[in-house]
């Protein structure tokens, strides 16, 4: 049978499993300590933000200052081929907004593009909220209404310097190698596993085959 290649998680962290996820990407999680486990980034920020627009809004407000401070390690194709797959309009609609918050990166130009419906309130916020405290400015100009009382907060402490996650998340490390791409996952996952097909490491990186086999066989003239 031909390789097939897989755009999009076909289950959603949860629980505990999303939490050792937003661990492993250095988020801060009250007494959590971090999480050595190797999650695809992109797979725990569109499963939490699943969460988080469920009602959650601390789980949300930790997505969006990941984003905001760890933007340049996001591998945009990989997010926007996860998002496209969704159907709840209001999670293409808060994935568009954070592609205008961070649209002074090209690449999210991408994202930004994936909703293109009417305005939508974020989920628990009321017309009278937007009366009493006015819009958030961080996405007054995007597919998402936020009310300026808080409701998603932005704080860098909630999460990890760029060098810390260097130390603790192999994807990180590689994508600041190489850069946000699916070779530079790959890398991270056969750096571990040496032993794994190509097949195998193209799902679960959601890339393609030719890059999985060229990456294994990189590898092996390395360690020649």
Known sequence: MSFKREKCLKKFLEGEELTQGLLSLGIRIDDHLSS????????????ASIEGLDGKYR???????WCFYHFQKINVMCLVNEVSKIERPIVKAFWSAI??????????????????GN???CP????????????????V??????????????????????SELCK?????????IIGPSYRADMWALAENNSNTKA???ARKCHGSFATAHAVLQDLRYLRA
């Open 36 to 47: 050595q486990q190797l999650f695809l980034p992109e797979d725990v920020l569109v499963s």
């Open 59 to 65: 789980t949300l407000s930790l997505v969006v200052s």
């Open 99 to 116: 592609g205008t918050v961070l649209s002074r990166d090209r690449r999210f130009k991408k994202l930004e593009k994936i909703y293109s």
């Open 119 to 121: 305005r939508v309130n």
């Open 124 to 139: 628990g916020a009321e017309e009278y909220h937007f009366k009493k405290y006015g819009e958030d400015p961080i996405f």
């Open 141 to 162: 100009n995007s597919s998402l209404k936020v009310p300026g009382n808080g409701l998603i907060r932005i704080r860098e402490r909630d999460t990890m310097s760029p």
């Open 168 to 176: 603790i998340n192999t994807f990180y490390r590689w994508r600041t």
């Open 199 to 201: 097949a195998e490491l």
